[in-house]
């Protein structure tokens, strides 16, 4: 939550509440399954069991081989704290959370020693390395998410036990980190540390914290950690931040790191942060990022990859980039208000982020791929094709639980004219200081989005003077949407640069209907993305679509499918599928590889060929709902019929049926 002296054009709703939809029922499962299971599977893991050892209440081996085991519990806590605020939460559930929160919070008072420092592998497995590898320690990283988890339970709950362990530790680490004699002056191997300290300065008041998270910072980039075996742009420390012209190494670092830059920005005005902060901003969205907003071409490294290397079946794109992706995006709509950044996040929180949990809260995805193979063989390990129980790195579930649990929160804002809502879910919304210091707008909308591109938005309450509603109009329908306020048409003049602003004396009761096309569309890839030429993939609304071979006959293969962009595609309702969706239905045919009858399978080169088969109508699905029937192949992008690899990057034929 920015401070009122922050540089920012817009700041969060002052209330926000998701009551309907795909969201609510997401979010209940959310709640219900995936927090409560949460504690158990850091239980299983020895999450809980190492900072024990750590207490010396405990008995026995540091379980697991990693340094960061603690996070995974603070991105639970956090999780659990945030579902503490939400007005969805029954008594009975807050009493079972606090009583948890409690228990933990003992736990980590118990183990934190008396300097303030905390993290247990180092307390326990390798005392005489503390804060001697801050390459791959993660203790400043373990510290920034226990300071998220405690400033967001302050803020739902009011309590401070938590927020006095944090704040200990964070006083621990300004006393030893800085370029004063006898300090370290050092950064870590993994950004966190630096949005968390900005947090904790606007939860506090203590400017200290945000001059650490300016040094934190500054220090990025001038050599300070090792070159390691997969060099200094794996952890962004090639370039000082200021100077950086594209995204770099390790995904979900750089993000993190970059949301950092932005909050640091907004508390000190810091211009040449947020330019630095839009610049890498775009060149990443317009050569790093998959259809789906993903993020990570490399397995390796957990890197971006090279400008348009999007392989889609080696597709990386871990759940934490995605995340990480919508915090840094949101960080950016706030500081400049501009609506690119919430189209970003929608597509984001709807496809790259959403296909990383199961419709049931208890599996979770750290890959997500837009491209499984026939006859795909799983590699070994946990991090595979198909969504898992937990992992040896659990670092995505607890990720995933704390989003949900604080997605209202991320969903509208205000600014001084009024109440702005750029992401859309049936819920209520309010801001403060609207029409004056005291003045208050609160809304109720209600909406089947993404299913339906209806969005009714009520006024029930509004001050005594002019205010502006804001509506976001995605990119994917400007030029496409209706709209009526009062029962009044509004004019198409009325949007502009994404935003539809409606500006009057609001009384409650007064309503506006807010139309999107849905009409599914076929989309093209840029020109580059060598991995993509010749194929198209399916859109509907903010939804990426993809085939399974779960909807193919028996005995035929996916990745024989091709398109046919000249025949119109066509949507149907599917209450009874994957919990009630609309799907897409396309016209294709097979392309089976040549039966030359030699043991070679190249030849000389030709025009293409068009497919053998008979065109028959297939299915698409929503991309984040795939692998929930059955361990089948699957694919975003679709070969065009009579295409061998033609460029992209142009419109696709396109035609819709509803």
Excluded at 374 to 394: E, I, N
């Amino acid at each position: 939550m920015p401070t009122e002296s922050a540089r920012t054009a817009l700041r969060p709703a002052s209330d926000a509440e998701i009551t309907g939809g795909l969201w609510a029922a997401r979010r209940s499962v959310n709640a219900d399954v995936s927090v409560p299971d949460g504690y158990e599977r850091l239980t299983e893991a020895g999450n809980f069991h190492n900072l024990r050892l750590a207490a010396g209440t405990a008995t026995g081996e540091y379980v697991n081989n990693l340094p960061f085991l603690d996070s995974d519990v603070y991105k639970w806590l956090e999780a659990v704290a945030w579902q503490l605020g939400d007005p969805a939460t029954g008594a009975d559930e807050a009493a079972r959370l606090t009583e948890r929160v409690e228990e933990v919070t003992r736990l980590l008072a118990e183990a934190q020693e008396e300097s303030g420092y905390l993290q247990s592998y180092y307390q326990v497995v390798r005392p005489e390395r503390r804060w001697a590898e801050l390459d791959w320690g993660h203790e400043l990283y373990c510290a920034g998410h226990l300071i998220q988890a405690a400033v967001a339970h302050r803020r739902t709950t009011g309590s401070t036990g938590l927020l006095d362990v944090a704040r200990r530790f964070a006083d621990h680490i300004d006393t030893v980190f800085g370029t004063a004699e006898g300090r370290i002056d050092g950064v870590c191997g993994h950004p966190e540390i630096e949005t968390a300290l900005v947090e904790l300065y606007r939860c506090t008041g203590e400017e200290r914290y945000l001059t650490l998270a300016r040094y934190f910072i500054d220090r990025r980039g001038h050599g300070l950690l090792p070159v390691g075996r997969f060099g200094d742009k794996y952890w962004q420390d090639h370039v000082p931040v200021r100077d950086a012209d594209a995204v770099a190494g390790h995904s979900v670092r750089q993000l993190y790191l970059l949301a950092g830059e932005v909050d640091v920005y907004a508390e000190t005005g810091d211009t040449d942060l947020l330019a630095a902060s839009e610049r890498l901003w775009e060149e990443m969205a317009a050569t790093k990022t998959y259809l789906t907003g993903g993020l990570g071409a490399h397995h390796t490294d957990e890197s971006f990859g090279d400008p348009y290397e999007l392989p889609s079946e080696r597709a990386y794109t871990e759940t934490c980039a995605a995340i990480a992706s919508a915090m840094f995006s949101w960080r950016l709509l706030l500081a400049t208000g501009r609506a690119r950044y919430a189209d970003h996040m929608e597509r984001v929180l709807f496809n790259g982020f959403l296909s990383g949990v199961s419709l049931d809260g208890a599996h979770y995805s750290y890959v997500n791929p837009l491209h499984v193979r026939d006859g795909h063989v799983p590699g070994g390990g946990d991090r595979l094709a198909y969504r898992t129980r937990w992992f040896h790195c659990a670092c995505c579930p607890p990720n995933v639980m704390r989003m949900l649990a604080a997605l209202p929160h991320y969903l509208a804002a205000r600014d001084g004219e009024g109440l702005t809502l750029h992401q859309y879910a049936t819920g209520t919304y309010a801001a403060e200081g609207i029409g004056g210091a005291t003045g208050r707008a609160a809304v109720e909308v209600a909406t089947d989005y993404p299913w339906n591109g209806r969005v009714r938005v009520t006024v029930t309450e509004a001050p005594d003077a002019d205010w502006t509603l804001t509506l976001r109009v995605p990119a994917w329908s400007s030029g496409a949407w209706r709209a009526t306020a009062a029962g009044e048409p509004v004019d198409a003049d009325a949007e502009g640069e994404g935003w539809l602003r409606i500006r009057r004396r609001w009384r409650a009761g007064d309503t506006v209907d807010l139309d999107l096309d849905l009409a599914p569309r076929l989309t093209a890839p840029p020109s580059r993305a060598d991995a993509l030429r010749g194929c198209v993939a399916i859109e509907r609304g903010p939804l990426v679509y993809c085939t399974e071979g779960t909807d193919h006959p028996e005995g035929t293969a996916l990745d024989d499918l091709r398109i046919d962009q000249d025949r119109p595609l066509r949507e149907a309702e599917a209450p009874g599928l994957l919990g009630g969706i609309v799907t897409v239905h396309a016209t294709g045919a097979a392309a089976p590889p040549a039966d030359t009858g030699d043991w070679w399978p190249y030849g000389p080169a030709a025009a293409p060929a068009e497919a053998a088969g008979e065109r028959a109508e297939f299915t698409a699905v929503p991309y984040h709902l795939w692998g929930h029937r059955t361990h089948a192949s699957m694919r975003v992008w679709l070969p065009a019929l009579g295409s061998a690899g033609g460029a992209g990057g142009g419109p696709a034929a396109n035609g819709a049926v509803r």
